[in-house]
């Protein structure tokens, strides 16, 4: 597990200096996946914003520097099953190239029902977030729907539809 960047570990002493225990989980090469804590205190704003501001305010620790760029809003929904009483939120931002969705990275604001954000988990990849792409796909997406349909070794029990998406190379 690599340490973080000296500006991603200041961004987190920052928000410990304002919250206090912060516990962190971290990706093998060091970036921020999982902070669980008292990271932001009871609101009655609505959970996009609320969330939206506590990423905005600590962009750092995730290598980021421009929020609008680089995440877009993707979902907010109930944590908990629909049995449970009390039940908090979960908003989730995807990350983006050039307004491009890059699979399996995306941050995902936890909170309690009184609005307290309690958790933020997910990766965000911080030389994506410097990346520019020509968002013009190389192939049309009924193209990329027969060549899909082709290859599947099983019977599809759906369509298959297509979606753009930017994928990082190693």
């Known amino acids: 597990e690599a340490p973080l960047d000296a500006a991603s570990e200041a961004a987190l002493e920052a928000l410990r200096e304002r919250r206090g225990s912060v516990a962190v989980a971290r990706t093998p090469d060091g970036g921020v996946s999982l902070m669980i804590g008292d990271l932001g205190p009871p609101t009655s704003m609505p959970a996009v914003d609320t969330a939206r501001r506590f990423v905005q305010e600590n962009l750092g620790i995730w290598g980021l520097s421009d929020m609008g760029a680089t995440l877009s809003f993707e979902e907010s929904r109930s944590s908990l099953s629909p049995s449970e009483e009390g039940r908090g939120r979960m908003v989730s931002f995807r990350q983006t190239v050039s307004g491009v969705p890059l699979p399996g990275h995306e941050l995902n604001v936890h909170m309690a029902p009184d609005g307290a954000i309690q958790a933020v988990s997910g990766e965000i ?18 193209k990329a729907v027969a060549t899909a349909t082709a290859a599947a070794a099983v019977p599809l029990f759906s369509p298959p539809t297509a979606e753009l998406a930017a994928w990082r190379g190693e």
């Open 125 to 142: 990849d911080p030389i994506a977030a410097t990346a520019t792409l020509d968002p013009t796909p190389r192939i049309s997406a009924e």
